[in-house]
């Protein structure tokens, strides 16, 4: 009779137990935020998601890559409750910015990269333009080694290479080249490839095996960032659905708080938004300095 009892009880307990996950279970994936979108502030997004559920215990957040075009679209769609992207959202075909909110959580510079052997360390802004074209294909042209140029670009969904296009392109037609979709793959290529170039975002640059290039004699800074003396920098947006919910509202308040911009945004190689001296429109034109 007792062993009846205690089974029936152990049942009980367990189902009760089993319960209590199901429904806490349930309440966190209430609470799930799905940030898509750009690679280039995928570490800064999945960084901070870290950090905000160990003070927001019933959060759910999960951080994926996969380009601003799949952000935009995704956030779009409803797919996903935030959509990161490196270019503002009314420049992208098939995307209604108007059913969007934008939020600049940061900024990122982008530099080109080499192989360090190649032997240049400088370019101007027309000799890049130059070899992102086609017009020049050999190091020699432009001071440095005897080597062939091979040209590694982003992805057309990337934002980094909207961006980089936009800024130093200006409407001239890229040349062919290989292309590849994250900023970790394009720096583990160009640092093992003879005569490669590319272009990566401030917080991936980081590695010796690389050579980061000044540009017109201007190093790719941060503090040459905020003034607009190093011109290639982005903003990092966050879009949310116009009616987002309270939780995702939240979020976006964590990464715009001073804990974010003026702790874990710099500590990554980002810039903060308030740190800035000047502003661009969404045509990469400074409008206030």
């Known amino acids: 009779m007792f062993k009846q009892r205690l089974r029936k009880f152990i049942i009980f307990f367990v189902s009760i137990l089993v319960a209590t996950v199901i429904t806490g279970c349930a309440r966190n994936n209430d609470k799930k935020i799905t940030i898509v979108g750009s690679s280039a502030m995928q570490l800064l997004a999945e960084q901070a998601g870290n950090d905000y559920r160990l003070t927001h215990t019933d959060s759910n957040i999960v951080v994926q890559g996969g380009g601003s075009g799949t952000g935009l679209s995704q956030v779009q769609a409803k797919a996903v409750e935030i959509g990161t992207s490196d270019v503002f959202a009314e420049t992208q075909k098939g995307i209604d910015a108007k059913v969007l909110t934008d939020y ?62 936009g800024i130093v392109l200006k409407g001239v037609k890229p040349v062919k080249a290989q292309e590849q979709d994250s900023n970790g793959t394009v720096r583990k290529i160009v ?99």
């Open 104 to 165: 600049k959580i940061a900024i990122v510079g982008i530099v080109p990269i080499v192989n360090k052997g190649v032997g240049v360390k400088n370019l101007t802004f027309q000799q890049l333009k130059d070899i992102f074209s086609g017009k020049i294909t050999n190091w020699k042209q432009v001071g440095g080694k005897n080597l062939a140029i091979t040209v590694i670009n982003r992805s057309k969904g990337s934002g980094t290479r909207s961006s980089f296009e």
């Open 191 to 289: 640092s093992s490839t003879p005569g490669t170039i590319s272009y990566i975002s401030f917080p991936y640059a980081n590695d010796k095996n690389i050579q980061k290039l000044s540009l017109n004699g201007i190093a790719p800074t941060n503090d040459n960032v905020t003034t607009n003396k190093w011109q290639l920098w982005s903003y990092e947006h966050m879009y949310t659905q116009k009616n987002a919910p309270k939780y995702v509202k939240d979020f976006i308040k964590y990464m715009l708080s001073t804990k974010v911009q003026k702790g874990l945004v710099p500590k990554l190689g980002y810039i903060s938004i308030d740190d800035m001296k000047v502003t661009r429109d969404s045509n990469n034109q400074v409008v206030k300095e």
